[in-house]
Nanobody
Framework: QVQLVESGGGLVQPGGSLRLSCAAS????????MGWFRHIPGKEREGVSC????????YYADSVKGRFTISRDSAKNTVFLQMNSLKPEDTAVYYC??????????????????WGKGTLVNVSS
């Protein structure tokens, strides 16, 4: 069965950094576009960053460009989101997602195959 498990969230001060990890089981990340979404209470879900299957093409929301980096480690079947220069407005529950034979455009889609349960990132002093 497919399972995506996020880790790495927590409390961090503005300007700090966190690295989120998404460990996949029942899924080979080489066959899936992978991405990170976030939900801020009172706002709709936002596609933060996504990465394509083979060519490594990436998508970043305008709000995180230059600060966040998505990467894939096929050997570990894991996807990461390095978050630098964090701002209070980055506070959200971050969800890992996988979409079979997709592209980085999954960050702009609603119909996505698999989701993790989320990890909370709280950027506050």
């Amino acid at each position: 069965q497919v399972q995506l498990v996020e880790s790495g969230g927590g409390l961090v001060q503005p300007g700090g950094s966190l690295r989120l990890s998404c460990a996949a089981s029942g899924v080979t990340v080489d066959y899936y576009a992978m991405g990170w979404f976030r939900h801020i209470p009172g706002k709709e879900r936002e596609g933060v960053s996504c990465i394509s299957i083979s060519d490594g093409t990436t998508y970043y929301a305008d709000s995180v460009k230059g600060r966040f980096t998505i990467s894939r480690d096929s050997a570990k079947n894991t996807v990461f989101l390095q978050m630098n220069s964090l701002k209070p407005e980055d506070t959200a529950v971050y969800y890992c997602a996988a979409d079979l034979w997709s592209t980085a455009t999954m960050c702009q889609q609603r119909g996505i195959d698999f989701w993790g349960k989320g990890t909370l990132v709280n950027v506050s002093s």
